[in-house]
């Protein structure tokens, strides 16, 4: 018995039995679904439990023929060539065990790095301005300012770190004014430049305002005969 049949006998006028309409009163369409889903659900599993099984075992067989094709070379091989295979092996495992370390250290030092020019960005005054640049762009453009620069040397680092205040006033705070732009004009600066204008080109400060305000960047593109997009 299945509501099926029991719609099937109703659209046909037939008369229902009194088992027929205990089930149709007890019958619960979301149980239906939920027991559909729920199988539909086991289903799967199995079909994907089947597939891992078989995968496994495919690997199995890979991992064995493997292990018999080398099995099978040792055997024919004298004892200096098992030697200088294994030899090779470990100088295999030690090259790459070596890579491990010397990749672990670049990224160790890389970080280090980074964060002592945030510190050294930090101590000198300098931070993003609110609603300029991303926070990931600004620190791109002060570590590529700093490119090259041994950030312990002092001397040098500070000499950068004016570089790039010099270089991009728009997107650094104003020292106890959270901003180094004007709150009406979102490219006023003191004494600034064009950054498109042929005599105070400046691709840092293009990037940093397209980011901004793109139509006035264009804008001021467009005052230096520079069309943008």
């Known amino acids: 018995m299945s509501i099926k049949e029991i719609t099937a ?23 239906d679904k939920n027991d559909a889903a729920a199988a539909a659900r086991r289903k799967a599993e199995e079909e994907r439990d089947a597939a891992k099984a078989e995968t496994d075992k495919l690997k199995k067989q890979a991992e064995d023929a493997k292990q018999a094709e080398e099995a099978a070379k040792q055997s024919q091989m004298t004892e200096a060539q098992k030697r200088d295979a294994e030899f090779k092996k470990m100088q295999d495992q030690l090259a790459k065990l070596t890579k491990e370390r010397d990749d672990s250290a670049s990224q160790a030092a890389a970080a280090t790095r980074s964060q002592s020019i945030r510190d050294a960005a930090k101590a000198a005054g300098i931070s993003l301005a609110p609603k300029t640049v991303s926070e990931k762009l ?23 770190l004016d570089r790039f205040k010099g270089e991009n006033p728009g997107i650094i705070a104003a020292p106890g004014k959270g901003s180094g732009v004007n709150p009406g004009d979102p490219f006023s600066r003191a004494g600034a430049k064009n950054p498109w204008a042929k005599d105070s080109i400046n691709v840092t400060e293009q990037v940093a305002m397209y980011e901004k305000d793109p139509a006035a960047a264009r804008s001021l593109a467009a005052e230096a005969g520079v069309k943008l997009d």
Do not use: C, I, R
Not at 9 to 31: C, I, M, N, R
Not at 140 to 159: I, Y
């Open 9 to 31: 006998k109703v659209l046909k006028g037939e008369a229902l039995t009194d088992a027929e309409k205990a089930f149709l009163q007890s019958y619960d369409p979301d149980k």
């Open 138 to 160: 600004f620190f791109q453009m002060l570590e590529t300012t700093l490119s090259g620069v041994d950030v312990s040397d002092k001397t040098k680092l500070t000499e950068a």
